[in-house]
């Protein structure tokens, strides 16, 4: 009888600080791998556009670039993960981004027998002020520009589906500062999480995106065969 395989549904987790490219390169390897990038932040964005009582609950914390409550993320993961179209495997951009948000996903995957794999992706602070100050957003397709590095062909509007570009709020230095406070205390520990669980592999973000692109591929394509490599 011919064996079949059955392939481990995958958990893809992007860490990073703010403006690090999470959400530019899981867009990226949701068209390489065919799986799903869900972004917490974007789910929130569009509950504060609907005016819907999650979305009031989270957008003055949004604004001033503090967390939202944990359980309200665990349950916007926790519900989304039921789509089909994460059957197989997803990418989580900016989730989890507490000690107690991956525990919850920690309890969630051993029972859905969901493979992880956190990567982190390395910028220094000072670059990511500056990066962040120059980024424009599709509030439509979600694709992301740098008015330096990344510019669409048309600046003003997405290339891709022709919406005016727009600057997110908490995109003002004053509140990426905070962010990046947010970040340092409480989300970086997760490399530590993930590292004692030999789940952490790292890229060097400061790159084209390309570049750093084809780094997390060649991580993808070699984890299997040599999980240790950069830990
Ligand atoms: P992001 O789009 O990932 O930069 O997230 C924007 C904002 O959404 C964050 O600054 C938080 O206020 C909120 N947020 C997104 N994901 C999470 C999360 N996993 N836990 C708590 N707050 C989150």
Redesign the pocket.
């Known amino acids: 009888m011919p064996r079949v395989e059955t392939m481990a549904r995958k958990a893809l987790i992007l860490l990073g600080p703010?403006g690090a490219g999470k959400g530019t390169q899981g867009r990226k390897l949701m068209a390489h791998l065919g799986y799903p990038s869900i972004?917490?932040?974007?789910v929130?964005r569009a509950e504060i556009e609907k005016q819907s009582d999650l979305g009031r609950a989270?957008r003055k914390?949004?604004e001033a670039?503090?967390?939202?409550p944990d359980d309200l993320?665990d349950e916007i993961v926790e519900a989304r993960l039921t789509n089909e179209d994460s059957r197989r495997g997803f990418i989580l951009?900016?989730?989890?981004?507490?000690i107690a948000?991956a525990e919850f996903f920690e309890k969630l995957a051993t029972r859905e027998g969901i493979d992880t794999l956190a990567i982190g992706i390395i910028v220094d602070d000072e670059v990511l002020v500056d990066r962040l100050s120059r980024r424009w957003n599709c509030a439509r397709c979600g694709k992301i520009y740098n008015a330096d590095s990344n510019p669409g062909r048309e600046p003003v509007r997405c290339d891709e589906c022709g919406t005016p570009l727009t600057q997110r709020r908490?995109d003002r230095p004053e509140v990426v500062r905070e962010?990046l406070q947010v970040y340092h205390q409480t989300t970086q520990p997760l490399i530590d999480f993930y590292q004692r669980r030999g789940l952490f592999l790292k890229v060097d973000g400061e790159g084209s995106v390309d570049g750093i692109f084809h780094s997390i591929v060649e991580i993808l394509n070699g984890e299997g065969k040599n999980r240790t490599a950069s830990k």
């Open positions: 703010p972004s917490t932040g974007d929130l989270a914390l949004m670039g503090e967390l939202v993320v951009d900016g989730y989890p981004r507490t948000q908490d962010r």
